[in-house]
């Protein structure tokens, strides 16, 4: 399992920062956010250090959404959002890979998101695709 001797999350796995521990399996652990959103507010972190999810091996990421239904079920939440943030500009604050799994019970309290969408012609959302099909 990789780590990063300096990732804050990495020093949650190891146990050399103390956390709130819900759910814990070989690949993940779950643990209540120490600043959430909504009461239950959750982070899902894989055990092998990435920063970025496209970095962590497929075979790490086995149970990292698994997990995160289980929270919400734990929970109770009929509504909730699971957020995984990647970089800087994408609002990620601990360079480890991980997801929020975040009750909204209520308009205020939970994720609260601005969604400003775009309206691409047909022509640029085929361009889009093939795109992305070439990888």
Same mark, same amino acid.
Request: proline share 7%.
């Given at each position: 399992?990789?780590?990063?001797?300096?990732?804050?999350?990495?020093?949650?796995? !190891?146990? @050399?920062?103390?956390? !709130?521990?819900?759910?814990?399996?070989?690949?993940? /652990?779950?643990?209540? &956010?120490?600043?959430?959103?909504?009461?239950?507010?959750?982070?899902?972190?894989? !055990?092998?250090?990435? @920063?970025?999810?496209?970095?962590?091996?497929?075979?790490?990421?086995? &149970?990292? $959404?698994?997990?995160?239904?289980?929270?919400?079920? #734990?929970?109770?939440?009929?509504?909730?959002?699971?957020?995984?943030?990647?970089?800087?500009?994408?609002?990620? #604050?601990?360079?480890?890979?991980?997801?929020?799994?975040?009750?909204?019970?209520?308009?205020?309290?939970?994720?609260?998101?601005?969604? &400003?969408? !775009?309206?691409?012609?047909? @022509? #640029? /959302? @085929?361009?889009?695709?093939?795109?992305?099909?070439? $990888?």
């Amino acid at each position: 399992m990789a780590s990063s001797p300096s990732c804050l999350f990495c020093r949650i796995v !190891k146990r @050399e920062i103390p956390s !709130k521990v819900l759910f814990e399996t070989e690949h993940s /652990l779950a643990f209540l &956010d120490i600043g959430p959103l909504s009461e239950g507010h959750t982070v899902v972190i894989p !055990k092998h250090h990435a @920063e970025f999810l496209h970095e962590l091996p497929d075979h790490e990421m086995i &149970d990292l $959404l698994p997990t995160a239904k289980k929270v919400a079920q #734990a929970l109770g939440c009929k509504e909730y959002n699971i957020l995984q943030n990647n970089g800087r500009l994408a609002h990620q #604050a601990v360079g480890h890979v991980h997801f929020h799994v975040i009750p909204k019970p209520n308009a205020q309290e939970g994720l609260v998101l601005e969604w &400003d969408a !775009k309206s691409p012609t047909s @022509e #640029a /959302l @085929e361009n889009v695709r093939k795109r992305i099909l070439k $990888l």
